[in-house]
Structures are given as C-alpha cells and as structure tokens.
C-alpha cells in the first residue's frame, strides 16, 4: 500500500504569510494527487486535483504543485478563514490513502 | 444544487452493526463512484472504501475487509456503508463522498468533490 507523509504537522503563521505544505509518498503516483481543507465539525473541502488543478471556486492564492513522490500545496496570503486543518489524498491506486494532516493556526 | 445527505448519528454496543446511508441529489446517481472515509475524533482521515453505482463494483481498505459493506440502491440515488463486529474504537464519524474522473489528454484523475456532512457513530457498552 501507499503511505502519504505531510510536513509539517502543524504550523503557526500570520494573516498575510505564505505557507507551504508538503506531501510525500511512498512510491509514484504520478500527479494523482488532491489536497482538501477541513474546519472543525465539518466535512472536507476540495481545493486541489490532479496536483496542480484548482477546484472551481476555491481562491486563486491556493495552488498545487508537484509529480512522482513530492507535492506541495501553497497559500499565497494567508486569510483568517485559512486556519484549518489541510490534508492530502493520493488516488493512484486502491487502497487510498490521506495524509496524516497539517494543522494551520494562527501565530 | 449537488449534495450527499447522510443518517442521522448512531449508538451501538460492541459486536452490534451500523448501517449508514448517503442520499444523492442534484446530479445522477449512478454517474459518479461514491466513497466511504471515517474520522475519529481528533484524528485524520482514513478511507474504508468505494463503489461504483452503475457497475456495482466495488472495494475496501484491507483493515476493513470482512467487516464493510458498501451497497447501493439506485431507484434511491442512495448509497450505503454497513460495518459489522463494532468495537470501541470504531467510534468516528462516518463520511460519504462523490468521486468524479477529471480526464486530461493522458491521464484521468479522480477527486472527492462532494462530501456529505458526516454520520456520528458511537460504540459503547
């Protein structure tokens, strides 16, 4: 099975930062990757397909990035309604598999 | 509009079963695979399984295998994930999410880009 690795686990950042979060996994998966957003008490949102596709309307300061093992997701300004917990999914096969997570906060 | 409404939450006692339901609205039903992903509280997200509603097939997470049924009744645009044998630490909330194919010139990439809102489940003596 594919193991999906996010770095960091959580980070701290300011209102107007640019973030990056990363995504390994255990083997290529070409770019069958997607990035989703989750707030407490709510399902996950979609931001990312096929690595680097932004999702209908999620905001342009979010984009993707990567192919094979190495993914990254971006934030280009961070905005208050971007502290939430972020997660990648690879769907390059079965089983399927997310991350363990990233966790944004405010600093 | 698109959505997936799920059952309401559940409390079970270990050893019972849970069935979870996942209603379709707003698109055709058996056009896109349906998902199945559990969160317990606190933690991330783990995938259980998939199906395709027009074919019927379908596949499960290796941990799951034996335990998990997913189904679906199309008459209903409705999709279902049964698990058996609960035990404490299947308490989570439960999660349905539609799965459509984005194809480039090369590749075809899939995406869960409807979730329902989540079924609790509790198991406890």
């Known amino acids: 099975d594919i193991q999906m690795t996010q770095s960091p686990s959580s980070l701290s950042a300011s209102v107007g930062d640019r973030v990056t979060i990363t995504c390994r996994a255990s083997q290529s998966i070409g770019k069958y990757l997607s990035w989703y957003q989750q707030k407490p008490g709510k399902a996950p949102k979609l931001l990312i397909f096929a690595a680097s596709t932004l999702q209908s309307g999620v905001p342009s300061r979010f984009s993707g990035s990567g192919s094979g093992t190495d993914f990254s997701l971006s934030i280009s300004s961070l905005q208050a309604e971007d502290f939430a917990t972020y997660y990648c999914l690879q769907t390059y096969t079965s089983p399927r598999a997310f991350g363990q997570g990233t966790r944004l906060d405010i600093k | 509009q698109v959505q997936l409404v799920q059952s309401g939450a559940e409390v079970k006692k270990p050893g019972a079963s849970v069935k979870v339901s996942c209603k379709a609205s707003?698109?055709?039903?058996?056009?896109?695979?349906v998902n199945w992903v559990r969160q317990a509280s606190g933690q991330g997200l783990e995938w259980m399984g998939w199906m395709n509603p027009r074919s019927g097939q379908k596949g499960y997470t290796q941990k799951f295998q034996g335990r998990v049924t997913v189904t679906g009744d199309n008459s209903i645009s409705t999709a279902y994930m049964e698990l058996s044998s609960l035990r404490p630490d299947d308490t989570a909330v439960y999660y349905c999410?539609?799965?459509?194919?984005?194809?480039?010139?090369?590749?075809?990439?899939?995406?869960?880009?409807?979730w329902g809102q989540g079924t609790t489940v509790t198991v406890s003596s």
């Open positions: 999410a539609r799965v459509p194919t984005y194809c480039s010139d090369t590749s075809c990439y899939a995406s869960f880009d409807v």
């Open positions: 707003g698109y055709t039903f058996t056009s896109y695979d």
